[in-house]
């Protein structure tokens, strides 16, 4: 049936086409600046996210200074280094070889954060479950990343910090939580698998397996059949062509 509130068949080919073709982006920057009406949209974006209690509790740090993304770096490179020991032999060597950032090749770099006290100490919603202002600012960073694919920029995501460096190497007080450090900028190219998944790192697994049916750990038992069939069917469209199937 058709349903009136869906976006036509060419917009939401581009939504799932920027989901699927997003990727993470650490070797391809180019130099080219990140023009301002640009950044505008992808940050506009970011704050349109969905907040717990409509907390907003991010603020956008930008960083285009070679002063401070260098500062970045260096605490970047040292918690690399401790992170490459703490794999096994086997997996040590594939990590050694993995780039894990742009911070210095990318012309922007942007930390998304949380400020846990927004709204204060009583938030619809996250009156049981204190993280979920955590949550909401990484939905910040998900619509950001969406929306600057859309626009042809790359995005990489660098956690390899220690939390507290991360802080002071931006002057964050210690009570406002580095959610993401980003790195943005034009691209040569996007990657049509994650690198993760091409340098043999890890697979990825499919969704139909993941799927529970009313408790967890209850597989499809066969009344589920014709969606377990479907998700099967897509996975592999996405993974061969990386759209849905017409
Ligand atoms: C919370 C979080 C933290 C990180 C990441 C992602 C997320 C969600 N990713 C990117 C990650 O490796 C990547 O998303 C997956 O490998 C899947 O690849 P695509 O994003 O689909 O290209 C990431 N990548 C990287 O090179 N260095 C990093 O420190 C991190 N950290």
Same mark, same amino acid.
């Given at each position: =049936?058709e349903?009136?509130h869906?976006? *036509?068949? /060419?917009e939401r080919?581009?939504?799932?086409?920027?989901i699927f073709?997003r990727? $993470?982006?650490r070797g391809?920057? +180019?130099?080219d600046?990140v023009? $301002?009406?640009?950044l505008?949209r992808?940050? =506009?974006a970011?704050?349109?996210a969905?907040s717990v209690g409509f907390m907003?509790?991010?603020n956008?740090l930008?960083?285009?200074? *070679?002063?401070v993304k260098q500062?970045v770096?260096?605490?970047f490179?040292?918690?690399n280094?401790?992170a490459?020991? =703490?794999?096994?032999?086997?997996?040590r060597?594939? %990590?050694?070889?993995?780039k +894990?950032?742009?911070?210095l090749?990318?012309?922007v770099n942007l &930390?998304?954060? &949380?400020d846990? *006290?927004? *709204?204060?100490?009583v938030?619809?919603g996250r009156?049981h479950?204190p993280t =979920?202002?955590l949550?909401s600012?990484? &939905?910040?960073?998900?619509?950001?990343?969406?929306?600057a694919?859309a626009e042809?920029?790359?995005v990489g995501?660098?956690s390899?910090f220690?939390e507290? /460096?991360?802080q002071?190497?931006?002057?964050?007080p210690h009570h406002?939580v580095p959610i993401?450090?980003?790195?943005?900028g034009?691209?040569s190219?996007?990657?049509?698998?994650?690198e993760?998944?091409?340098a043999?790192?890890l697979p990825?697994?499919p969704?139909?397996?993941?799927?529970w049916?009313?408790?967890?750990g /209850?597989?499809d038992s066969?009344?589920n059949?014709?969606?377990?069939?479907?998700?099967?069917?897509?996975?592999?469209a996405?993974?061969?062509?990386?759209? %849905?199937?017409?």
């Amino acid at each position: =049936m058709e349903n009136q509130h869906a976006f *036509s068949e /060419a917009e939401r080919a581009a939504v799932y086409r920027a989901i699927f073709n997003r990727r $993470d982006v650490r070797g391809q920057f +180019l130099p080219d600046p990140v023009a $301002d009406d640009q950044l505008a949209r992808i940050l =506009m974006a970011a704050h349109h996210a969905p907040s717990v209690g409509f907390m907003q509790p991010w603020n956008f740090l930008l960083v285009r200074s *070679s002063t401070v993304k260098q500062r970045v770096h260096d605490i970047f490179a040292q918690a690399n280094a401790e992170a490459a020991t =703490m794999f096994p032999d086997e997996k040590r060597e594939i %990590y050694s070889q993995l780039k +894990l950032q742009g911070i210095l090749d990318a012309p922007v770099n942007l &930390c998304i954060t &949380c400020d846990r *006290s927004r *709204s204060g100490p009583v938030v619809i919603g996250r009156t049981h479950i204190p993280t =979920m202002d955590l949550y909401s600012s990484v &939905c910040a960073v998900q619509n950001l990343w969406l929306a600057a694919r859309a626009e042809g920029l790359g995005v990489g995501w660098v956690s390899i910090f220690h939390e507290k /460096a991360l802080q002071d190497a931006l002057g964050i007080p210690h009570h406002i939580v580095p959610i993401a450090y980003l790195c943005i900028g034009h691209v040569s190219h996007f990657k049509d698998q994650p690198e993760l998944e091409k340098a043999g790192w890890l697979p990825r697994l499919p969704v139909a397996d993941l799927l529970w049916h009313e408790q967890w750990g /209850a597989a499809d038992s066969g009344e589920n059949e014709a969606l377990t069939a479907k998700l099967r069917e897509l996975q592999q469209a996405v993974q061969e062509r990386g759209i %849905y199937p017409a």
